[in-house]
């Protein structure tokens, strides 16, 4: 299947700082990517839908200041948590999908808020 | 507002036991289906993709499709400790291609 990688793996930051989440495609061109947030014990909710060069489209409920998407490149989408809190500490994970609609997933990054 | 539906579980069988894991949906236009596989702390991987009705199947899993009942259901056979995770049923949004999740099963396989 189609990889997708995500960096850092886990972050931890002081509350009031922002953090940058990447999302790479490694083997396929990916014009969309997909970002989610889960919570424990909770299914994926989708946060917002990244289209290469292109603004992001959030889902309702989602702050677009606060969560910056940037998809600059056919291989690469970047979320960043701007202004951190503790209730933005989650798992936040990134999807894509090749030529097929299969989506693949990124392995996910931990986020803590300090 | 599209939905799916899953049963949380616990689901606990023992090892070696079929595990039948259900799932609904409510958009009776939908047409791809999709079953992932999380274990804790885990990003989901895919286990199954399926589009016509019937059964498909890949090892010791079948995935099946029912589109007149909106049901798509996944046995797996001869179920091993390893199968124990949290399984999700997803079923793409054909505007825009999101997937929509259920709220997935959890599924134990007891030695």
């Known amino acids: 299947g189609a990889v997708v990688s995500q960096h850092p793996s886990w972050v931890i930051c002081k509350s009031g700082t922002s953090v940058k989440i990447e999302c790479r495609s490694l083997d396929f061109q990916a014009t969309t990517m997909f970002w989610y947030r889960q919570f424990p014990k909770q299914s994926l909710m989708l946060m917002a839908t990244?289209?290469?060069?292109?603004?992001?489209?959030?889902e309702q409920g989602v702050e677009k200041d606060k969560f910056l998407i940037n998809h600059a490149s056919l291989t690469l989408s970047t979320l960043t948590v701007t202004s951190a809190h503790p209730e933005d500490s989650s798992f936040y994970i990134c999807?894509?999908?090749?030529?097929?609609?299969?989506?693949?997933f990124g392995p996910g990054t931990r986020l803590t808020v300090l | 507002q599209k939905e799916v539906e899953q049963n949380s579980g616990p689901l606990s069988v023992p090892e070696g036991a079929i595990a039948s894991l259900n799932c609904t949906y409510s958009d009776r236009g939908s047409q791809s289906f999709f079953w992932y596989r999380q274990y804790s702390g885990k990003s989901p991987e895919l286990i199954m993709f399926i589009y016509s009705n019937g059964d498909k199947e890949d090892g010791r899993f079948t995935a099946q499709l029912n589109k007149a009942s909106q049901y798509v259901s996944l046995l797996i056979r001869d179920s091993q400790p390893s199968d124990s995770a949290t399984y999700l049923c997803?079923?793409?949004?054909?505007?825009?291609?999101?997937?929509?999740f259920g709220q997935g099963t959890e599924l134990s396989v007891k030695p």
């Open positions: 990244s289209n290469e060069g292109s603004k992001a489209t959030y």
């Open positions: 999807s894509a999908f090749p030529a097929t609609d299969t989506q693949y």
């Open positions: 997803a079923v793409r949004d054909d505007q825009g291609g999101k997937l929509i």
